[in-house]
């Protein structure tokens, strides 16, 4: 069974950067896409950022211009640079990989607060 594995989160203040990080637990040996989710307290998850397979970015418009995605050469990890973060970018934030199978992380906690 994979296993998406993430970290990277934590407090930080407005204006600030976090590097999120989401490894594999073994090799996904396959084509698929990843994505970044978060869910605020009382709202909906919301995808905040996706790459394809021919590795092109689309992200919500609250985000476009601070966060970005990226994968690893080897496809089994993805990250997501949050540069000038908002208090609304505060959540929890769960990477997902979409390809032969629909896989989860178990999600990290983003606070930005002062």
């Known amino acids: 069974q994979v296993h998406l594995v993430e970290s990277g989160g934590g407090l930080v203040q407005p204006g600030g950067s976090l590097r999120l990080s989401c490894v594999a637990s073994t090799d996904l040996r396959g084509i698929g896409e990843w994505a970044w989710h978060r869910q605020a307290p009382e709202k909906q998850r919301e995808r905040v950022a996706l790459i394809d397979t021919d590795d092109t970015a689309t992200y919500i418009g609250s985000v476009k211009g601070r966060f970005t995605i990226s994968r690893a050469n080897n496809g089994n990890a993805v990250y997501l640079q949050m540069d000038n973060l908002k208090p609304d970018d505060t959540g929890v934030y769960y990477c997902?990989?979409?390809?032969?199978?629909?896989?989860w992380g178990q999600g990290t906690q983003v606070t930005v607060s002062s």
């Open positions: 997902n990989w979409i390809g032969a199978m629909n896989i």
